[in-house]
């Protein structure tokens, strides 16, 4: 290699790296997402003829996979939604039954729940969630 090209080399190759250098000190922070978790979630059904209406339970291994997640009601000859709700702070649920005898099922689906999120001392962001699993109830019979 003659002396003028490696001088070419190396001066390409600097301004490679300068370049590199000043694109990372110029990007913005970048979040950090730490999955602690995955969390097997259950739910449980049971229809009350005397108030015509499905009432249920989302449980689950972590805490905050209870409060806030979206249940649906299917017909289960056919799959048709035919309700939908959220589950209160301590993972129950109730849906008017429909006007319909039948044979139901319910399902909670799954969802990723950010626990906390910070800072870190280099400017990144770092966010801890846990994944809530969904589930499917047994078949329950409405008169």
């Known amino acids: 290699m003659s002396r003028k090209h490696s001088k070419s080399v190396a001066g390409t190759l600097c301004a490679l790296f300068v370049g590199a250098a000043l694109v990372a000190s110029i990007a913005p ?6 999955s602690s978790s995955d969390s097997k ?3 449980a059904m049971d229809y009350k003829p005397r108030k015509g209406k499905f009432v249920g339970k989302v449980t689950s291994e972590h805490g905050a996979c209870v409060e ?6 299917f017909k289960a000859r056919t799959g048709k939604k035919v309700g939908r709700t959220t589950t209160n702070a301590t993972g129950g649920w109730s849906i008017a039954a429909a006007k319909r005898s039948g044979k139901y ?8 729940v950010t626990l906390d999120t910070g800072v870190d001392k280099y400017g990144d962001t770092w966010v801890h969630s846990v994944f809530c699993m969904g589930a ?8």
Not at 29 to 34: G, I, L, P
């Open 136 to 143: 499917r109830s047994g078949v329950e019979v409405s008169r």
């Open 68 to 73: 806030g997640r979206t249940v649906k009601l």
């Open 29 to 34: 922070a970048s979040a950090h997402t730490d």
């Open 41 to 43: 979630s259950g739910i």
């Open 105 to 112: 099922y319910s399902k909670v689906t799954a969802s990723d």
